[in-house]
């Protein structure tokens, strides 16, 4: 029988780290449920202890999603530790992933402790966890850069303690494939209850190998998990992206020999879901995910895929979830049809009265927009676009009038805790304008750090999808919004973003 590799999804957690991909509660939630679906392993849901919207996410989290594993990270303390055995209390498969720096420089620089010190507490907080939870994750931050005699010793203490996994990071992203996958293979040799534990990778795309890298793990270092995140969403440059190594390892098994429980048919409607959630659009030519992954636009190719769809293709698009049929419902589908499709799409409504709420909207939206692709379907039910009672914001009505040589100016009708309000203003260009007349009513101070518009389907006859990135008081949030007018649109990203920047937030930094 072929091994397993064991797939950890870090987007809600690594992945949300990123500036300005943080998610809400329940957007965590519909992001795990997608993953759920995917039929990933284990789900790292959060970091416990970081703030009361975390430890709620991992808690929500561990009370829903049945099949997956829910691992939450910790610090290596007793306290984290704590909170994250709290917060996975009602998990089917609960795991505490614990880590402490082990690398000289962070050692002295960022942690201020001596070697012996970080040994101590890093074997105390594994022998912490193991009486609260058995499922136990180590791992050893800046792992990469440290020496390896060092961790030779703290990792044979972490093991002997009862941690059954052993994650080693390329935090900073700094390793070559070849020498990473040595690094393991030579942990792995040196260690000497090494088989004790299973063997995670890590790694960080500073350098554009985070893909690269893990694989050198598993081929070379034998490591049988990998830490990943959907689209690659992570800090800086990001994380080892799931849809490449899984279909690297899938569509290569003849190289790797590996199984792995993961239904790709689902990994771009995770793709979409974690874009339109964060804001962070796909890269047109991103690889599985991407717009053009599977488009043959030079004459030789579409003839060659005609011919034989192996010439150019070594994945068959529909086997990640591109559909071939496109146009899925319009102006006369019945309310059946819809739910249908949103169960196909993986959506899941909580109630038939969500499913007759999203369906009002579809049938407004097809009312305006003859053809409704599944993108369409996608972002009426996001999260952002649903809208909540208890938000302070909604959109209500906007017109605006431009014309060349003159001024735009635009009126907006939107509610403020509860009242509807109305702002005018004049801008730019009738985006500006629209946003200035909320502005002009809200007086947020908060600046913009990113516009952006994504035709959802490709063409002019498209819904706009805006992305809107606001900073306030050292708070980044997205706001996201979608309608065929990309004024309207832009209004509601804003909204939304506003929506965000009303919530609290109290995060520690979770490499701190
Ligand atoms: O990159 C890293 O070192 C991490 C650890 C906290 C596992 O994300
Ligand atoms: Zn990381």
Redesign the pocket.
């Known amino acids: 029988m072929a091994d397993q590799l064991i797939i950890f999804d870090?987007t809600l957690?690594?992945g949300e780290?990123s500036p300005g991909a943080s998610m809400t509660r329940d957007e965590k939630l519909r992001i795990a449920r997608q993953l759920e679906r995917l039929k990933v392993d284990v789900i790292e849901a959060g970091f416990a202890a970081s703030s009361n919207g975390d430890f709620e996410a991992v808690q929500l989290i561990a009370n829903t999603i049945k099949d997956s594993t829910i691992c939450s990270?910790s610090r290596a303390n007793d306290r984290d530790i704590s909170r994250a055995a709290q917060a996975l209390k009602g998990a089917n498969r609960a795991r505490i992933?614990t880590?402490i720096?082990t690398s000289a420089l962070h050692m002295e620089k960022k942690l201020r402790m001596t070697p012996d010190q970080v040994f101590e507490q890093a074997r105390q907080s594994v022998r912490f966890a193991r009486n609260l939870v058995e499922d136990i994750e180590f791992?050893p931050?800046?792992?990469y850069r440290s020496d390896m005699d060092f961790l030779c010793r703290i990792l044979e203490a972490v093991i002997a303690e009862g941690a059954s996994t052993i994650?080693v990071?390329?935090?900073?992203g700094y390793a070559i494939p070849e020498l990473y996958g040595s690094f393991i293979k030579t942990l792995r040799e040196r260690i000497p209850n090494s088989d004790k534990a299973i063997w995670s990778v890590?790694c960080?795309n500073d350098l554009g190998m985070a893909v690269a890298n893990s694989l050198a793990g598993v081929k070379i270092g034998g490591a049988r998990q990998v830490?990943c995140t959907i689209n690659g969403l992570g800090?800086r440059a990001g994380?080892c992206s799931l849809e490449e190594i899984v279909m690297a390892v899938k569509t290569r098994k003849d190289y790797f020999g590996l199984e792995m429980a993961i239904d790709a048919r689902q990994i771009l409607a995770a793709s979409r879901m974690v874009s339109q959630t964060t804001g962070f659009v796909v890269q047109p030519n991103k690889a599985v995910v991407g717009a053009n992954a599977f488009a043959h636009a030079s004459g030789i190719h579409q003839d060659g895929v005609l011919k034989a769809r192996d010439t150019y293709e070594i994945m068959r698009a529909e086997d990640v979830g591109w559909s071939a049929n496109k146009i899925v419902l319009g102006k006369l589908s019945g309310r059946n049809a819809f739910k249908q499709r949103l169960q196909e799409l993986g959506v899941q409504m909580d109630s038939e009265a969500d499913v007759n709420t999203a369906f009002a909207r579809f049938k407004e939206l097809a009312d305006r927009k003859s053809d409704i692709f599944d993108e369409d379907i996608l972002a009426l039910v996001s999260e952002e676009n649903v809208g909540h009672d208890n938000e302070q914001f909604g959109f209500v009505s906007l017109s605006q009038h431009s014309e060349t040589g003159e001024r735009p100016h635009a009126t907006i009708v939107f509610t403020a805790a509860g009242h509807e309000v109305t702002g005018s203003s004049e801008g730019n260009g009738p985006v500006d304008a629209s946003l200035k007349a909320i502005e002009s009513h809200v007086k947020s101070g908060a600046e913009m750090v990113l516009y952006s518009v994504n035709a959802i389907s490709g063409s002019t006859e498209s819904q706009g999808e805006v992305t809107v990135r606001l900073q306030n008081s050292g708070r980044v949030v997205n706001g996201v919004g979608s309608d065929p007018d990309i004024v309207v649109a832009s209004a509601k990203a804003y909204l939304s973003a506003l929506n965000k920047l009303q919530s609290k937030a109290d995060r520690v930094a979770?490499?701190g």
Do not use: I, M, Y
Request: charge should be negative; hydrophobic fraction near 20%.
């Open positions: 870090t957690r690594d780290q990270l992933h880590f720096a791992s931050e800046d792992g994650n990071p390329d935090t900073v890590h960080h830490e800090e994380n979770a490499q």
